[in-house]
Each structure stands twice: as C-alpha cells, then as structure tokens.
C-alpha cells in the first residue's frame, strides 16, 4: 500500500517530517489531516504545528532547563519547518 502524501509536511526533510507526524499524531492528530489538503499552511495551522513541538519541546528539558537528545531534536524539527513554511505576518 502506498504512503499517503501529505503536501506541507512533505516539504520538510524526512527526519524531521517523522518527528513532526510522531508529535502531531499524539498532541494535535486533526491537523494532520488539515496539512495533507493545503497546498501550504495557513498562519494559524502553522501556529498550531509550533505549539505542538513547543509542548513537547517544553516536555523535554533536562538539568538547567536544557534540552535533551530529543528536546535538541524537536528544535531542529521546528527550525526545519520553519525554514519551509516561514509564517508572514
């Protein structure tokens, strides 16, 4: 069976697309399929895909409010995203 396509986050490299879905798919799992019908996101979809990494980034300090391995990786997915889809104002 085919992998469905997911037109946003299909613009975001594979490493950080998974780490992207993985989040989404437990905090926020509507959006997913929002993202798969927009040709881009909307400013408040993309609001809703930082909030969600911002949780878990939150989630994920170690000692002295440090990122851990995968804080330091929900940091780069957010960097990855917004890299692709910046949010104008």
């Known amino acids: ?3 469905p396509m ?3 986050l299909d613009a975001v490299p594979p490493d950080h697309r998974a780490l992207i879905l993985d989040e989404l798919k437990r905090r926020n799992p509507d959006l997913i399929e929002e993202l798969a019908h927009a040709g881009q996101p909307s400013n408040s979809q993309s609001d809703a895909v930082i909030d969600a990494l911002a949780y878990a ?9 440090m990122p851990n391995d995968y804080g330091l990786a929900v940091e780069r997915a957010i960097d990855a995203y917004l890299e692709v889809w910046p949010i104008h104002r």
């Open 1 to 3: 069976m085919e992998k």
């Open 6 to 8: 997911n037109k946003v």
């Open 57 to 65: 980034l939150s989630a994920n300090y170690g000692p002295g409010h």
